[in-house]
């Protein structure tokens, strides 16, 4: 129903100050949720959190008008092709239609039954969509209000919607992972569109209707074509979720904002990343392209708009653009690769063990700017031992050069290089560049390659590699630009084959890349590799006033200038180096994996390769268990109690939080699982197992499928093994050396087995024992597939047949894929002659809808188990790090089944533990925290009614931690609200927590302590 309304509010301000023409900045009192653009491409409208819409002026930046009316966060926002009114859908379930010229509201679009997250106008400018939580999409008349229309066949939420130039066809983005196209006229849906990993958060249509494109939870944009509902290009770059989409009008290029803080120019012709554009100092929350194409506009969580001159003539003077190189190190251990590091970078020898972890740092390469684009590289030195190649596989996307480094005394110097190859080919297969291979023979003082020159030669050709180099660190060949009185030569092949061209132009201020760079500096330095924000921000400041501060367009390096004061900002030439823009400089470094920001605490770890050592010694201590079931107590990791030899150990207190980091990033990378052993929790790595599967009645003989992939195969394994058995779709389920085994739900054993064909290529067969139900098969060999597609390369699939007369297996598989790339119906028996059809019942119903939903329901179920248990460690790392800063003691236990997730022990003023505590329980606010409609409070549900009488019958008060949707944790005392309340048998907590932060834990320790 449509309500009419009257309501405006008009004011101004000006331009903030230090805005310049290509970098104008608006500023919002609160987080911007929603932008566009108004046809005459001098004004844009912007929604907020705060419930306002807001019309701004681009050239003057001059704030309109304001438009109130809405009770929530303003997630949506577009414009009618007249200019005249505004569309804005918002957190309290209402679309509204404002008047842009008056700011009247004069239409209340009321009919959903949860949030609307997109809006969109037909181009006659008289009907509008809009897509909710409700899972629907709706079509209004935006003269009368009525409801003319509502589309029904997500699954979940409906985040983003986009209409065609034609008006007949609707696009929508949902959580279901889908983007789907609807007829407009008979509500029909067309087409789904499947691909991502994840959520779908955006969509837009290119002008001609013909393609599409989507920005996911999965860290990608998608391109689509709307006709054949192919997928035509993924472009990966964004660091984490891509929350916001546009496109240009002439359909070449399309924008993208992101969580990562920053907003991306892409070609959708070649999907190549034109630009990175870094300035917004927190989640970029929506983009919008201006008419003419040559601006594109962005909002974020940091409470600005942001407008970005897209034409290369109207770039502002303080405008700094660069290039980034990765190149990375690659080998077997002891091969010499950590010596030619030190050569490239500090061209000196030293003697080195085998290196633990990695090593990163810039190197300087005989590389000059181009066309005004600075160019930087980054030297990665990857430890070759085994234990390392899953937390390897993390960091080797991006690459430019690959330089692969071989003994030249080894029998076969090539071993495990094509697991090297193959590993970095699925780390990159995003990246629209191939990386250049260098094959180098380390350490040729001890002698030159065993094989022959046409050996070398031919390999270099199978494998890909652009040159040969023999090099010694100890003597310099090859590999000392002392010795070669100039660049060395290795310097100089690496230089040669980056390819620049095909690598991002980065654009930022000079200002915040001079923040990047002591930022850099700071954690070059020796002392703390774990530092809190604060601290990392004191000596940035401190740094940069030493060196005259961040210098204006022009200026030289250590100019003096005159210093203001105050906290939390120094004044240098009238910029402000504020925390916001060190935040900015630590996120856009996160982003290149330079610098790691723990996600509790307030944390910087300023050197990653630490995380990856004592990721590698657990790895280790999980491949000793005795049993070989590949596990380790997470209380022995967790407390250090584990073998730590070759790490370079940090303090007791930071090594406590990083190792709660690195149990998070294991859990969240799928690499482990977490699970409640007899006496204690256990991280168990399915990739460490040694223990051999025991003889079955199967499986060779009842094998469903064979898929043949490259990659890194240890981590395909891992990843599978965990997601599957996360997934809750099966009853017991049993790890071996290189094979799991799963009960379905309907009884019946189901199992994948992994082999090694040849260096980096495996074999996956999937295998059931007669019984299993058909359609749990389909279901468990479409995981898999899918799986092998996200996490591999070159994956082939292989149906196996046998013959319903005499059980034959059919061996020959060249005449199967003939007969159904021709769509034969059936092949020959090899032993008695009768046909064998491949078209069976597992065929019928491989790839349908149903079994696709299935897939995608056990899929979602494993990523939230895995997420709620990296959210655990998050919120037991926030509680170490706080309480440890406040000089308090937080202890975790294990009673979670009584609501108990630890205790905070205080102290006495002289720092003896007073034996007087509370406790504490630990819970992501995702899935118990909601907004309850009728008194506007925000309320937890207590899912477990034995936890409510557990909390009050502690000694000592319960204070319930939540982590919310923002990111903030906050902490309320429950003990007195449970006593207080009416209803008793309630299980609602209207929650009104604190920030759980120093201040809060000392408050609390002086009621308690006094």
């Given at each position: 129903m449509a309500q009419r309304k009257r309501k405006s509010n008009r004011d101004a301000s000006g331009l903030p100050p230090g805005a310049k023409p290509g970098r104008t900045v608006l500023k919002h009192p609160d987080p911007v949720t929603s932008v566009a653009c108004l046809p005459d491409g001098r004004r844009v409208i912007s929604g907020s959190s705060d419930g306002t819409v807001r019309v701004w002026d681009l050239e003057s930046g001059e704030l309109l008008l304001t438009l109130e009316g809405h009770g929530g966060t303003v997630w949506a926002v577009a414009v009618t092709p007249d200019g005249r009114r505004a569309i804005s859908g918002s957190e309290d379930g209402t679309v509204e239609v404002w008047d842009l010229d008056s700011g009247e509201l004069l239409l209340t679009l009321e009919g959903h039954g949860g949030p609307v997250r997109g809006v969109a106008v037909t181009p006659d400018g008289r009907r509008a969509i809009s897509g909710s939580d409700d899972r629907t999409v709706k079509l209004w008349d935006l003269q009368s209000g009525e409801l003319l229309l509502t589309l029904e066949g997500h699954e979940v939420w409906v985040t983003a919607v986009a209409v065609t130039r034609d008006a007949r066809r609707a696009i929508s983005g949902s959580w279901d992972r889908t983007v789907r196209l609807w007829d407009l006229q008979s509500g029909e849906l067309l087409l789904t569109l499947e691909g991502h990993g994840g959520p779908v958060y955006a969509v837009a249509v290119t002008a001609d209707g013909r393609r599409a494109i989507s920005g996911s939870d999965d860290g990608t944009v998608k391109l689509w074509d709307l006709e054949s509902g192919q997928l035509l290009l993924t472009l990966e770059g964004h660091g984490r979720y891509v929350l916001a989409v546009a496109v240009t009008p002439d359909g070449r290029r399309a924008i993208s904002g992101s969580w990562d803080d920053?907003?991306?120019?892409?070609?959708?012709?070649?999907?190549?990343?034109?630009?990175?554009?870094?300035?917004?100092?927190?989640?970029?929350?929506?983009?919008?392209?201006?008419?003419?194409?040559?601006?594109?506009?962005?909002?974020?969580?940091?409470?600005?708009?942001?407008?970005?001159?897209?034409?290369?003539?109207?770039?502002?003077?303080?405008?700094?653009?660069?290039?980034?190189?990765?190149?990375?190190?690659?080998?077997?251990?002891g091969v010499g690769k950590t010596g030619l590091m030190y050569r490239l970078t500090e061209d000196r020898y030293e003697k080195t063990d085998a290196t633990h972890g990695m090593n990163v740092s810039r190197v300087e390469l005989p590389v000059a700017a181009e066309g005004g684009v600075e160019r930087e590289v980054w030297l990665w030195d990857l430890a070759g031992q085994p234990d390392y190649r899953l937390i390897h596989q993390l960091f080797l996307d991006e690459t430019g050069v690959a330089v692969v480094v071989v003994n030249p005394q080894a029998d076969d110097p090539f071993g495990g290089v094509g697991d090297w190859l193959k590993g970095l080919e699925t780390a990159v297969r995003g990246v629209k560049h191939d990386p250049a291979r260098l094959l180098v023979a380390g350490r040729v003082d001890v002698g030159t390659m065993k094989v022959s020159e046409r050996a070398i030669e031919r390999f270099m050709a199978e494998h890909g590699f652009a040159h040969y180099l023999p090099t010694s660190a100890k003597t310099g060949e090859g590999c000392s630009d002392e010795v070669a009185e100039g660049p060395c030569e290795l310097k100089q092949l690496v230089a040669e084959h980056i390819p620049w061209d095909d690598l991002p132009e980065i654009w930022t201020d000079e200002i915040l890349r001079e923040l990047k760079n002591a930022v850099v500096e700071r954690a070059s330095r020796p002392g703390a590799r774990l530092v809190r924000f604060s601290e990392l921000y004191d000596d940035v400041v401190k740094a940069l006033s030493r060196e005259g501060g961040p210098r204006q367009s022009g200026q030289a390096r250590g100019t003096a200038t005159a210093a203001g004061s105050g906290d939390p900002a120094l004044q240098r030439h009238g910029a402000e180096i504020s925390q916001a823009e060190v935040r900015t400089a630590v996120r856009l470094l996160h982003n290149q994996n330079i610098v790691t920001p723990f996600e509790f605490g307030d944390l910087i770890l300023l050197q990653p390769a630490v995380l990856n050592d004592y990721a590698g010694a657990v790895i280790r201590a999980a491949r000793e268990h005795e049993e070989g079931i590949g596990s380790v107590s997470e209380e022995e990791v967790v407390e250090a109690r584990i073998d730590l030899t070759g790490v370079d150990r940090l303090p007791q207190a930071d090594e406590a939080l990083l190792l709660r980091a690195m149990v998070q990033t294991l859990l969240d990378r799928s690499l482990c699982l977490r699970e409640l052993g007899a006496e204690d929790v256990q991280l168990v790595f399915p990739s460490q197992f040694r223990r051999d599967r025991p003889p079955r009645e199967f499986p060779e003989t009842e094998t469903i499928v064979t898929y043949t992939f490259g990659g890194e195969l240890m981590t395909v394994f891992a990843t599978l093994v965990v997601r599957l058995w996360k997934s809750q779709g099966f009853d017991n389920k049993e790890i071996y050396q290189n094979a799991a085994e799963f009960e379905t739900l309907t009884g019946g054993r189901i199992a994948f087995f992994q082999e090694k064909i040849e260096d980096g290529m495996g074999r996956i067969s999937v295998y059931a024992e007669p019984g299993v139900d058909v359609n749990e098969q389909c279901v468990f060999i479409e995981y898999v597939h899918h799986h092998l597609h996200s996490h591999a390369v070159d994956v082939t699939r292989d149906r196996r047949y046998r013959c319903g007369e005499c059980k034959w297996q059919v061996a020959?598989?060249?005449?199967?894929?003939?007969?159904?790339?021709?769509?034969g119906a059936f092949v020959f028996c090899a032993k008695c002659g009768k046909r064998v059809p491949l078209i069976d019942e597992i065929e019928r119903r491989y790839g349908t809808d149903a079994v696709a939903a299935a897939v995608r329901a056990l899929a979602a179920r494993a990523t939230q188990e895995l997420s709620t248990q990296a959210m655990e460690q998050i919120l037991i790392g926030h509680m170490m790090a706080i309480c440890g800063e406040a000089d308090q003691i937080y202890r975790p236990v294990l009673m979670a089944d009584n609501g108990i997730d630890g205790e905070i022990e205080f102290r006495y003023d002289d720092g003896r533990a007073s034996g007087k505590r509370v406790y504490v329980q630990l819970k992501h606010g995702e899935s118990h925290l909601r907004h309850r409609k009728r008194d506007d409070k925000t309320v937890f549900d207590v899912k477990n009614p034995r936890h409510l009488e557990y909390w009050q019958a502690q000694p000592g008060d319960v204070y319930l931690v939540v982590r919310t949707s923002d990111e903030e944790v906050r902490w309320m005392n429950v003990t007195p609200y449970l006593e207080g309340r009416p209803d008793k048998e309630s299980r609602q907590i209207v929650f009104e927590g604190e920030r759980l932060d120093v201040q809060a834990v000392r408050r609390v320790r002086d009621e308690v302590v006094g």
């Amino acid at each position: 129903m449509a309500q009419r309304k009257r309501k405006s509010n008009r004011d101004a301000s000006g331009l903030p100050p230090g805005a310049k023409p290509g970098r104008t900045v608006l500023k919002h009192p609160d987080p911007v949720t929603s932008v566009a653009c108004l046809p005459d491409g001098r004004r844009v409208i912007s929604g907020s959190s705060d419930g306002t819409v807001r019309v701004w002026d681009l050239e003057s930046g001059e704030l309109l008008l304001t438009l109130e009316g809405h009770g929530g966060t303003v997630w949506a926002v577009a414009v009618t092709p007249d200019g005249r009114r505004a569309i804005s859908g918002s957190e309290d379930g209402t679309v509204e239609v404002w008047d842009l010229d008056s700011g009247e509201l004069l239409l209340t679009l009321e009919g959903h039954g949860g949030p609307v997250r997109g809006v969109a106008v037909t181009p006659d400018g008289r009907r509008a969509i809009s897509g909710s939580d409700d899972r629907t999409v709706k079509l209004w008349d935006l003269q009368s209000g009525e409801l003319l229309l509502t589309l029904e066949g997500h699954e979940v939420w409906v985040t983003a919607v986009a209409v065609t130039r034609d008006a007949r066809r609707a696009i929508s983005g949902s959580w279901d992972r889908t983007v789907r196209l609807w007829d407009l006229q008979s509500g029909e849906l067309l087409l789904t569109l499947e691909g991502h990993g994840g959520p779908v958060y955006a969509v837009a249509v290119t002008a001609d209707g013909r393609r599409a494109i989507s920005g996911s939870d999965d860290g990608t944009v998608k391109l689509w074509d709307l006709e054949s509902g192919q997928l035509l290009l993924t472009l990966e770059g964004h660091g984490r979720y891509v929350l916001a989409v546009a496109v240009t009008p002439d359909g070449r290029r399309a924008i993208s904002g992101s969580w990562d803080d920053t907003v991306k120019v892409w070609d959708l012709e070649s999907g190549e990343l034109l630009l990175t554009l870094e300035g917004h100092g927190d989640t970029v929350w929506a983009v919008a392209v201006s008419p003419g194409g040559r601006r594109a506009i962005s909002g974020s969580n940091d409470s600005t708009v942001r407008v970005w001159e897209l034409d290369p003539e109207a770039i502002s003077p303080d405008t700094i653009r660069y290039k980034n190189a990765k190149v990375v190190l690659l080998g077997e251990t002891g091969v010499g690769k950590t010596g030619l590091m030190y050569r490239l970078t500090e061209d000196r020898y030293e003697k080195t063990d085998a290196t633990h972890g990695m090593n990163v740092s810039r190197v300087e390469l005989p590389v000059a700017a181009e066309g005004g684009v600075e160019r930087e590289v980054w030297l990665w030195d990857l430890a070759g031992q085994p234990d390392y190649r899953l937390i390897h596989q993390l960091f080797l996307d991006e690459t430019g050069v690959a330089v692969v480094v071989v003994n030249p005394q080894a029998d076969d110097p090539f071993g495990g290089v094509g697991d090297w190859l193959k590993g970095l080919e699925t780390a990159v297969r995003g990246v629209k560049h191939d990386p250049a291979r260098l094959l180098v023979a380390g350490r040729v003082d001890v002698g030159t390659m065993k094989v022959s020159e046409r050996a070398i030669e031919r390999f270099m050709a199978e494998h890909g590699f652009a040159h040969y180099l023999p090099t010694s660190a100890k003597t310099g060949e090859g590999c000392s630009d002392e010795v070669a009185e100039g660049p060395c030569e290795l310097k100089q092949l690496v230089a040669e084959h980056i390819p620049w061209d095909d690598l991002p132009e980065i654009w930022t201020d000079e200002i915040l890349r001079e923040l990047k760079n002591a930022v850099v500096e700071r954690a070059s330095r020796p002392g703390a590799r774990l530092v809190r924000f604060s601290e990392l921000y004191d000596d940035v400041v401190k740094a940069l006033s030493r060196e005259g501060g961040p210098r204006q367009s022009g200026q030289a390096r250590g100019t003096a200038t005159a210093a203001g004061s105050g906290d939390p900002a120094l004044q240098r030439h009238g910029a402000e180096i504020s925390q916001a823009e060190v935040r900015t400089a630590v996120r856009l470094l996160h982003n290149q994996n330079i610098v790691t920001p723990f996600e509790f605490g307030d944390l910087i770890l300023l050197q990653p390769a630490v995380l990856n050592d004592y990721a590698g010694a657990v790895i280790r201590a999980a491949r000793e268990h005795e049993e070989g079931i590949g596990s380790v107590s997470e209380e022995e990791v967790v407390e250090a109690r584990i073998d730590l030899t070759g790490v370079d150990r940090l303090p007791q207190a930071d090594e406590a939080l990083l190792l709660r980091a690195m149990v998070q990033t294991l859990l969240d990378r799928s690499l482990c699982l977490r699970e409640l052993g007899a006496e204690d929790v256990q991280l168990v790595f399915p990739s460490q197992f040694r223990r051999d599967r025991p003889p079955r009645e199967f499986p060779e003989t009842e094998t469903i499928v064979t898929y043949t992939f490259g990659g890194e195969l240890m981590t395909v394994f891992a990843t599978l093994v965990v997601r599957l058995w996360k997934s809750q779709g099966f009853d017991n389920k049993e790890i071996y050396q290189n094979a799991a085994e799963f009960e379905t739900l309907t009884g019946g054993r189901i199992a994948f087995f992994q082999e090694k064909i040849e260096d980096g290529m495996g074999r996956i067969s999937v295998y059931a024992e007669p019984g299993v139900d058909v359609n749990e098969q389909c279901v468990f060999i479409e995981y898999v597939h899918h799986h092998l597609h996200s996490h591999a390369v070159d994956v082939t699939r292989d149906r196996r047949y046998r013959c319903g007369e005499c059980k034959w297996q059919v061996a020959d598989m060249e005449a199967v894929r003939a007969q159904l790339e021709s769509a034969g119906a059936f092949v020959f028996c090899a032993k008695c002659g009768k046909r064998v059809p491949l078209i069976d019942e597992i065929e019928r119903r491989y790839g349908t809808d149903a079994v696709a939903a299935a897939v995608r329901a056990l899929a979602a179920r494993a990523t939230q188990e895995l997420s709620t248990q990296a959210m655990e460690q998050i919120l037991i790392g926030h509680m170490m790090a706080i309480c440890g800063e406040a000089d308090q003691i937080y202890r975790p236990v294990l009673m979670a089944d009584n609501g108990i997730d630890g205790e905070i022990e205080f102290r006495y003023d002289d720092g003896r533990a007073s034996g007087k505590r509370v406790y504490v329980q630990l819970k992501h606010g995702e899935s118990h925290l909601r907004h309850r409609k009728r008194d506007d409070k925000t309320v937890f549900d207590v899912k477990n009614p034995r936890h409510l009488e557990y909390w009050q019958a502690q000694p000592g008060d319960v204070y319930l931690v939540v982590r919310t949707s923002d990111e903030e944790v906050r902490w309320m005392n429950v003990t007195p609200y449970l006593e207080g309340r009416p209803d008793k048998e309630s299980r609602q907590i209207v929650f009104e927590g604190e920030r759980l932060d120093v201040q809060a834990v000392r408050r609390v320790r002086d009621e308690v302590v006094g």
